[in-house]
């Protein structure tokens, strides 16, 4: 009897517990204070956790983040390069971390330092696969997964060119009429290293510097010029892959000193290239001289002043019999920056003198009249002036001198008839008759 009460009390329990938690959760939705109270125990107990090291951690991916490339001068020391250009091949990634919730709206792609490092590339040329990486940390949380994962990279040998002269180019209008002096570059040399393949087409290098930058206000002008690397059919190189050094610092330009000055063309006097007189009976019939201008530059007041440049010494030609062709300097005034010409090439001609005899009155004949004819000339007797060689002309005696006309095949009547001249002994003369034709009559005899 006992043993059944014992069982009956035991089943009775569990009924009664239920029904006092029904009870309760009954009252709690029936008094909203008591929401409050809970609400309360929940913000307390997160913040508990939460200060205490208890963090909570989310995900998120942050997108389109960029890669930081590093390790390229381990890379280079052991004797490679990458011959890829990293700004077209290497991509922005995903990057999916686990980060703490307070800390969630603050961190970027930039916070974990997402980046390749290519001293953890092998040592060997060729094709090879490189993970990017990220810093995982207990402040900002853990890397679940960069997405892509990896890039494949190609891998050369590490070259360097020998030492490249560069040349300074002045490009544009030069509306001012300006001379440049020849550059002075620091450095003169440079030196291009970089993947093989990328270095062996660079051919020369150009440094430009635009007229529009310089004036006759700045007489000697310093410029920093940036370096173009040229291939060997004058395209430009403009690769990130190289690098561009001297005295091993890596420079992209150079400086280019030049002096500026206005510039001037000037004629070279003539009349003072010549000293002294040729021989007796000869003369000086031409001076040339080649270039017979020439550019000078230098201040502007100094270039102003001059209408001529001059001949430093003139070639003398006392007592010359003939002609010549020599080199003569320039005389070159201190003050002046430039002249185009150190010095100029004179040709001079020397000839015998043209002299000339004239005879007051000279019997006028005929030559080659038929034996049956005769003939009468008016006037009879004429004028003459003969020239030629001065020293054929000089001893010329009057016997030597002969007027005629000339009758071969000339019929009866009147005839109108040029008057020749001969000279004996003469080689070459010209002469002037006084009356250049005369009147002939022939008739029978």
Not at 58 to 80: A, C, P, W
Not at 283 to 288: R, Y
Request: aromatic letters at 6%; charged letters at 20%; a negative charge.
């Amino acid at each position: 009897m006992l043993q059944n009460e014992n069982q009956k009390s035991a089943q009775g329990k569990p009924n009664v517990m239920a029904t006092s938690f029904r009870r309760a959760i009954s009252a709690f939705v029936r008094h909203p204070q008591f929401k409050l109270i809970a609400l309360a125990i929940s913000i307390f107990i997160w913040g508990l956790q939460t200060f205490s090291g208890a963090e909570v951690m989310v995900e998120k991916v942050l997108t389109n983040v960029k890669i930081s490339v590093l390790g390229q001068d381990v890379l280079r020391s052991r004797g490679y390069a990458i011959s890829d250009d990293f700004t077209s091949i290497v991509p922005t990634v995903d990057i999916r971390v686990k980060v703490p919730w307070r800390h969630f709206s603050s961190v970027t792609g930039a916070t974990y330092v997402p980046r390749i490092d290519l001293s953890a590339l092998e040592s060997v040329a060729g094709e090879q696969e490189l993970a990017f990486v990220a810093n995982s940390s207990d402040e900002y949380g853990e890397i679940v997964e960069i997405t892509p994962a990896a890039i494949l990279l190609h891998v050369e040998d590490y070259k360097s060119s020998p030492r490249i002269p560069v040349n300074v180019v002045i490009r544009g209008d030069n509306p001012d009429n300006l001379w440049f002096g020849e550059p002075v570059l620091n450095p003169q040399y440079i030196i291009v290293s970089g993947p093989a393949s990328v270095v062996d087409e660079v051919r020369r290098a150009e440094a430009e510097i635009q007229t529009s930058d310089l004036s006759e206000e700045r007489p000697r002008d310093t410029k920093n010029a940036t370096i173009t690397l040229f291939d060997a059919y004058g395209n430009a190189i403009s690769s990130p892959l190289l690098r561009i050094s001297n005295d091993s610092v890596t420079i992209r330009a150079i400086q280019v000193t030049l002096d500026v000055y206005p510039k001037k063309t000037l004629p070279v006097d003539t009349a003072t290239a010549i000293a002294g007189t040729p021989a007796q009976g000869y003369e000086l019939t031409n001076v040339t001289i080649s270039p017979s201008r020439v550019e000078v530059a230098g201040p502007r007041d100094v270039i102003n002043r001059l209408s001529a440049i001059y001949l430093s010494t003139p070639r003398n030609i006392s007592g010359a019999t003939g002609g010549f062709i020599s080199g003569s300097e320039l005389r070159r005034q201190a003050d002046l920056a430039y002249v185009s010409h150190r010095e100029v090439v004179i040709s001079a001609l020397i000839q015998p003198q043209i002299r000339e005899l004239s005879f007051s009155s000279l019997p006028v004949g005929t030559r080659n009249l038929s034996a049956a004819l005769k003939a009468e000339v008016d006037p009879v007797s004429i004028g003459v002036t003969v020239s030629g060689n001065y020293f054929d002309i000089e001893e010329l005696a009057e016997s030597q001198v002969s007027l005629f006309v000339e009758l071969e095949g000339l019929a009866e009547g009147v005839h109108v008839l040029d008057v020749l001249c001969q000279a004996d002994n003469v080689r070459a003369f010209s002469y002037q008759p006084q009356q250049r034709q005369v009147q002939v009559t022939i008739t029978k005899r």
